[in-house]
């Protein structure tokens, strides 16, 4: 429940004016510096999100007992989840030097997408489009780099003139797949993870705002059950779609390096 986004309402003000919303969603100013230098709410919220997976795997595996429990018994089950669900389907065994970097990845924007539920800060860090697109762009080149290091130059002949196509259609093919592989991927990435939280993130600051609206209206208030209703239940959907976007993201990645590790034949 968007708790903060509520104290931007009050009694005599339009619940959806561009004063109540802009403080809580769009809201650059900074806390330490300023202009290129400037630390805001997402870069405090970025580094909290990278400190708490930190703080959650040491603290699990700090002194692991054979079998696992507590904590440990979680953090194993992430392991196990990135290496057998998404590893092994994905790459296969040449994956799996692969499986402290996606579970890096995706515990950190799991976490970070969690932020927009959590009172107090209800916030995604991944509704910023510099996170976002800062994660594809290691993605990027990330399964650049592997395509060369494992195929070599061939790694550009076997992506730009895929294998089994009529030479006459590599005049329209090439500039298909080059687009489609070194630009629509990561700018893909990207964006369906932005896209999904904002719109998620807005929409649970609308029902909020318009609950304290219909409730501070006598000839409304009998609504703003329904409503209140309707913002938990979108923020139950809401942690399904943060922990979903998150996988999304990390079996792309998965996909995009296992393809670049393994030439099309």
Same mark, same amino acid.
């Given at each position: 429940?968007?708790?903060?986004?509520?104290?931007?309402?009050?009694?005599?003000?339009?619940?959806?004016?561009?004063?109540?919303?802009?403080?809580?969603?769009?809201?650059?100013?900074?806390?330490?510096?300023?202009?290129?230098?400037?630390?805001?709410?997402?870069?405090?919220?970025?580094?909290?999100?990278?400190?708490?997976?930190?703080?959650?795997?040491?603290?699990?595996?700090?002194?692991?007992?054979?079998?696992?429990?507590?904590?440990?018994?979680?953090?194993?089950?992430?392991?196990? &989840?990135?290496?057998? /669900?998404? $590893?092994?389907?994905?790459?296969?065994? =040449? *994956?799996?030097? !692969?499986?402290? %970097?996606?579970?890096?990845?995706?515990?950190?924007?799991?976490?970070?997408?969690?932020?927009?539920?959590?009172?107090?800060?209800? &916030?995604?860090?991944? /509704?910023? $489009?510099?996170?976002?697109?800062?994660? =594809? *762009?290691?993605? !990027?080149?990330? %399964?650049?780099?592997?395509?060369?290091?494992?195929?070599?130059?061939?790694?550009?002949?076997?992506?730009?003139?895929?294998?089994?196509?009529?030479?006459?259609?590599? $005049?329209?093919?090439?500039?298909?797949?080059?687009?489609?592989?070194?630009?629509?991927?990561?700018?893909?990435?990207?964006?369906?993870?932005?896209?999904?939280?904002?719109?998620?993130?807005?929409?649970?600051?609308?029902?909020?705002?318009?609950?304290?609206?219909?409730?501070?209206?006598?000839?409304?208030?009998?609504?703003?059950?329904?409503?209140?209703?309707?913002?938990?239940?979108?923020?139950?959907?809401?942690?399904?779609?943060?922990?979903?976007?998150?996988?999304?993201?990390?079996?792309?990645?998965?996909?995009?390096?296992?393809?670049?590790?393994?030439?099309?034949?």
């Amino acid at each position: 429940m968007p708790i903060a986004v509520l104290a931007f309402v009050g009694p005599d003000e339009g619940a959806f004016s561009d004063n109540h919303i802009g403080p809580e969603i769009f809201d650059t100013s900074c806390l330490i510096g300023s202009g290129d230098n400037c630390f805001n709410r997402a870069s405090g919220l970025m580094v909290l999100a990278a400190l708490i997976v930190i703080a959650l795997f040491l603290i699990a595996f700090w002194q692991p007992h054979l079998v696992p429990r507590g904590l440990q018994n979680v953090m194993e089950s992430v392991v196990e &989840f990135i290496r057998n /669900s998404i $590893i092994m389907e994905v790459m296969g065994p =040449a *994956g799996l030097p !692969w499986l402290p %970097f996606l579970t890096a990845m995706f515990s950190f924007i799991l976490v970070s997408n969690i932020f927009e539920i959590i009172p107090g800060i209800n &916030f995604p860090v991944t /509704s910023r $489009i510099a996170i976002p697109a800062f994660l =594809a *762009g290691i993605v !990027w080149f990330c %399964f650049v780099i592997v395509g060369f290091k494992e195929q070599g130059m061939g790694y550009l002949k076997n992506t730009l003139f895929p294998p089994g196509v009529p030479p006459a259609m590599y $005049i329209l093919m090439t500039p298909i797949e080059f687009v489609s592989v070194f630009l629509v991927r990561p700018f893909s990435l990207s964006v369906r993870l932005l896209g999904n939280m904002f719109a998620g993130h807005l929409i649970l600051t609308i029902f909020a705002l318009g609950t304290v609206y219909l409730l501070l209206k006598p000839a409304t208030a009998v609504f703003s059950p329904l409503a209140f209703g309707l913002m938990v239940a979108l923020t139950a959907f809401e942690m399904l779609v943060a922990v979903l976007q998150a996988y999304i993201f990390t079996i792309l990645t998965a996909v995009y390096i296992g393809s670049s590790m393994h030439p099309e034949h």
